[in-house]
């Protein structure tokens, strides 16, 4: 959301700079915020003051056309009438948007309100400081307990101040202002007491701004009061009637509770009977007094309740908060947010309170049958849901049994107590809908082009155009063409296409255009989140997101989101009803032709449009081996921490034996934290390090790296080697490159499957692309249920799933013994790249099942265990004494993306932000295991002081002990760099920090800084 931080910005600043000028001034955080809002308020009143003159003039011109305006809608219909209204608007200059001009009363302050919120809502000097009656500025004031009694004041002031500001004008204007006091009250209710002081005092500053702008509404009104007399004598009269069946009523009550206390006596003892029943006596008569004045209240509260009137448009918009802040609640990432459940039931129960109401009034215009039907079935909704809030409130459990069935509720949530209120809701709904009836468009002959072209949009760019624009940026990642990403999507969008259009042919002629103003609201609100204001979520890792937790973004942000949801709505019903239905269709039409155009020009510049140049290459599908002649593996798995094996092999003591002829380099050095800056020295040595290749300003990255590995295939032909590789990130090679090129997975292996205990594989990137389209568009209470913590829409909801789109590079691990064969004359060079390390960490079990979200160390056991499995296959067969192995990983892991623990014991020392921080130390400790020609024995430790960009060097040396001496003056460089997305195409990598270490990587003290992005050359190196 850097686009809203771009905008809010400005008012950020001045709120800030108010605030600690204020604080300068007095020395209190409290005093400060209400210096705060007084500052704000008195620079927005010129801005008051011209809307309340811009006001009255628009009143007193509305005043002028009102009996015109009556008398055509008295006298013309549907076309006609609103022609003339629109000339008639005309003739007086008048506008029917200025109506809207008391809002921007409201809206003026809602930036500087955002920014209270975002300086306020994490300003740290806060926490703890108290004032007046508030104990805390940076929590709720909590004064009741669960009861905040600061946001009850505020809503005083708000209705105090409608209904002065309304005093003299409309009761419509009051309506809005009690429903924005209410929804404030609701939104407020549980932020911190700082917040809701600064909007307590801004509305008290509203108050008193009256006197200003408005200082007729102080003035005694004259209203007629009805005789004393005449109110006095209908009392009597109604008193007088209802006295006979009030003595029933008393003498009913009385014995009743006469029996009550004579059975009690009898039970106990008749010491106090007496005095029982005085109290019985009293009882009956306080009894009989309510139910007077009940009878008494009753006609009035009838006729209020005749008279109470919703209008659609609120009810309805009241109901989507509520819907909308429900799926935020449920589905808010990594829990529930208790706030938005909160809103959503505060915002439910008065959409509750107006159905029933109306359900009430609707009762002489439905059947007994149907009405007692739905009374049934709404008191049992009813009841759950103060089932489920009595648990939520009391954690008592309450358990029940109905016609023989137990019902046991012992735990709940805002989600289980809304969910009932909600069905509710949608139980009386029709009755509303019967009284205040849709209205009725007749079709336009254009309807039909809308649906079709809103159709095409919203679900051709979730399962069409966004998924092959997104396959076109990096599409080496894939393992098919363009054109399939094109044909996994055409029968979804078929299906959605073919389902909307009978669903308008379904629906009476004259309510058609509700379908269409929901299509067009819709297609604006997926292009606003996926086109204009996309969340940064980092890339997409697998099957999960780099930043997941971005997902959880502030409250405020949600109620921008509903609130632009029912805005959009609502424009897209104005524009069908204005007929504004062929700019409509001109506008869908470019729409479409840009966004088509786009992802397909996108589509074949990468030149994999037609066929996958990397899933089609021609290759035999097998790892070759040679008995007679040397081979070299070199396995390069990703972000796979070197000091892991250090706890390895305290908790396996075969692991050394196991790992026979190995050995482990603990002291070396990455020469980078991330893979695009890795690449380079892993293939080329030291001399391709990032600074180096940086000179070259010609060439692209992924060009660079392409060329280094062609040196590398050189270099291995030079050495007597074939060349045999599967795809190595950041580059690209002619197929005539390689030997024997292995593919992500080829169909010839589906026959080894079931020896690894599956029947079949499935390959799902394109249902991810689809769903990361899906997640991008749809707004932001959906988002973390479409997520599903990367499980998606299609995944399962256990920690296990045979279909996952990871498995295929789990499965060739497994594979390697199977598909490894040692009948080659020639001996072989393998470079086998590894994305099974790197974030998300999964692993797969015996069964094929893939087991989610294991820990960083679990991951690296299970990778390590399914290349000992491939190395014993070597020993089998002859081939392990003359092949060289090296296992060198890119860099360490970031264990920031690991939820919990570091689950490995920390070796480093000396560490801290000010100086070297651990992160880097860990990001920046890779894994170096080799395994020389003929080397036997157990696992053995060398503490030299060692590099990864060492290891091509050591895979194509004559003797690795001869040209790897100790050298205790080595200095070796590491560098702080970062992933960018236009990172294959930029012609430089994104470094942060160059640092040049000594001895041991261990201790924070051998590194030195020696260049700085922001600051160059800090020392030389």
């Not at 669903?503 to 292009?527: N, S, V």
């Not at 780099?546 to 609502?570: N, T």
């Given at each position: ?349 008065c959409v509750q309170l107006v159905l029933s109401l109306y359900f009430i009034k609707a009762y002489r215009v439905i059947g007994n049958l149907y009405f007692g039907i739905t009374t049934v079935v709404a008191l049992f909704l009813l009841m759950a849901q103060l089932s489920s809030l009595f648990v939520f409130i009391t954690h008592l459990p309450i358990s029940l049994s109905l016609a023989g069935v137990n019902v046991t509720i012992e735990s709940s949530s805002f989600a289980k107590i809304i969910l009932p209120a909600i069905l509710f809701a949608l139980l009386l709904l029709p009755y509303y809908i019967r009284i205040n009836a849709i209205e009725k468009i007749k079709p336009h002959r254009q309807y039909l082009q809308v649906l079709l072209l809103s159709t095409l949009f919203v679900a051709g760019n979730i399962f069409l155009w966004n998924p092959l624009a997104v396959y076109s940026t990096f599409p080496e990642n894939f393992m098919f063409s363009g054109l399939k990403v094109l044909a996994g999507g055409v029968v979804p ?431 920046l400790n890779p894994m170096l295991l080799v395994k020389d020609f003929g080397s036997q024995g157990s696992l053995r430790e060398d503490w030299q002081f060692m590099s990864n960009a060492d290891a091509i060097e050591m895979a194509l040396c004559d003797t690795i002990s001869n040209d790897f001496p100790q050298d205790s003056d080595r200095i070796l460089p590491a560098f702080v760099s970062w992933w960018t997305k236009d990172m294959p195409s930029s012609n430089a990598f994104s470094l942060e920090h160059k640092y040049m270490v000594r001895k041991s990587i261990f201790d924070a003290n051998n590194w030195t800084m020696v260049w700085d992005k922001h600051k160059g050359t800090i020392v030389s190196d």
């Open positions: 959301m850097h686009f809203f931080n771009l905008i809010f910005a400005p008012f950020v600043f001045i709120v800030k700079q108010i605030f600690l000028y204020s604080y300068n001034l007095t020395g209190n955080y409290g005093l400060s915020i209400v210096l705060l809002s007084f500052a704000v308020s008195l620079l927005l009143l010129p801005i008051f003051i011209l809307i309340e003159k811009t006001k009255r003039r628009n009143d007193a011109i509305r005043q002028r056309m009102k009996p015109l305006a009556d008398e055509i809608k008295r006298c013309y219909r549907g076309q006609e009438r609103y022609y003339y209204l629109k000339t008639l608007n005309r003739q007086h200059g008048y506008s029917p948007l200025k109506a809207l001009i008391p809002i921007l009363s409201l809206l003026v302050q809602i930036p500087f309100f955002i920014a209270a919120y975002q300086f306020l809502e994490g300003y740290p000097l806060l926490e703890g400081v108290s004032f007046l009656f508030i104990k805390d500025l940076s929590a709720p004031d909590a004064l009741l307990g669960p009861v905040n009694i600061l946001p009850i004041v505020m809503t005083v002031v708000n209705l105090v101040t409608a209904y002065f500001y309304t005093r003299n004008g409309n009761t419509a204007e009051r309506k809005q202002m009690v429903v924005v006091a209410v929804l404030f009250l609701i939104l407020l209710f549980n932020l911190p007491s700082g917040l809701v002081l600064y909007w307590t005092m801004n509305n008290v500053f509203s108050f008193l701004r009256l006197f200003v702008t408005n200082p007729e509404v102080f003035k005694g009104r004259s209203v007629e009061k009805p005789k004393v007399s005449e109110s006095v004598s209908g009392l009597k009269v109604r008193v007088t009637s209802a006295l006979p069946k009030l003595k029933k009523t008393f003498v009913v009550v009385l014995v009743l509770a006469v029996l009550s206390q004579l059975n009690w006596a009898i039970s106990n003892n008749f010491d106090d009977f007496g005095l029982r029943l005085i109290l019985a006596l009293t009882g009956s008569l306080v009894i009989t007094f309510m139910v007077l004045l009940a009878a008494l209240a009753y006609p009035y509260i009838r006729n209020m309740l005749k008279g109470v009137e919703v209008k659609p448009v609120f009810l309805y918009s009241i109901f989507f908060f509520s819907l909308y802040f429900y799926l935020a609640n449920k589905y808010f990432y990594l829990g529930g947010d208790n706030s938005f459940g909160f809103i959503s039931l505060g915002l439910i129960v969008f078929l299906i959605i296409f073919s389902a909307l259009t009978a669903c308008y042919f379904l629906i009476p002629k004259g309510y058609r255009w509700l379908l269409l103003a929901l299509l067009i609201a819709t297609l604006m609100l997926f292009t606003i989140h996926s086109t204009l204001l996309p969340i940064d979520m980092g890339t997409l890792q697998g099957d999960k997101f780099e930043k997941p937790s971005a997902i959880s973004l502030p409250q405020y942000l949600y109620a921008l989101d509903a609130l632009a949801a029912v805005l959009l709505f609502g424009l897209s019903v104005w524009l069908i009803k204005n007929r504004y239905v062929k700019h409509t269709v001109f506008a869908l039409i470019i729409l479409n032709g840009l966004t088509i155009t786009q992802s397909l020009y996108k589509g074949f510049k990468s030149g994999n449009f037609i066929s996958n140049t990397i899933a089609n290459r021609e290759s035999e599908c097998q790892i070759e081996f040679s008995k007679t002649n040397r081979n070299v593996v070199y396995i390069i798995p990703d972000m796979l921490q070197g000091w892991s094996m250090n706890k390895m092999m305290k908790e396996d003591s075969t692991l050394r034996h196991r790992l026979d002829g190995f050995v482990w380099y603990p002291n070396t050095l990455a020469i980078s934290r991330v893979t695009n800056t890795s690449i380079g020295p892993l293939i080329g040595g030291l001399s391709c390090a990032p600074d180096i290749l940086d000179k070259d300003k010609e060439r692209t990255v992924s060009e660079k790296l392409s060329n280094i590995k062609i040196d590398l295939i050189r270099r291995v032909n030079d050495f007597g080697l074939n060349f045999s590789s599967n795809h190595l990130t950041y580059t690209s090679l002619p197929d005539s490159c390689y030997h024997n090129f292995l593919p992500e997975w080829h169909h010839d292996w589906d026959a080894y499957l079931p020896k690894i205990g599956i029947s079949s594989i499935k390959d799902n990137d394109i249902d991810l692309l689809q769903c990361n389209a899906l997640f991008f568009s749809v707004p932001l209470a959906l988002k973390s249920a479409v997520y599903n913590e990367g499980k998606w829409l299609f995944g399962s909801s256990g920690k296990k799933s045979k279909s996952v789109s990871t498995s295929h590079k789990h499965q060739f691990l497994r594979l390697l013994p199977y598909i490894s064969t040692a009948k080659e004359e020639k001996g072989n060079f393998i470079l086998l790249y590894s994305m099974v390390t790197h974030f998300p960490w999964n692993t797969v079990n015996d069964d094929g099942t893939l087991n989610r979200d294991v820990s960083p160390y679990e991951n690296g056991v299970w990778t390590i265990d399914q290349l000992i499995a491939w190395f014993d296959w070597m020993k089998q067969n002859g081939v392990y004494d003359n092949t060289r192995i090296v296992v060198v990983s890119d860099h360490g892991t970031h264990w920031r993306r690991f939820d919990k623990e570091i689950e490995i014991d920390i070796p480093f020392r000396n560490y801290g932000e000010n100086t070297l921080p651990l992160n880097y130390m860990l990001d």
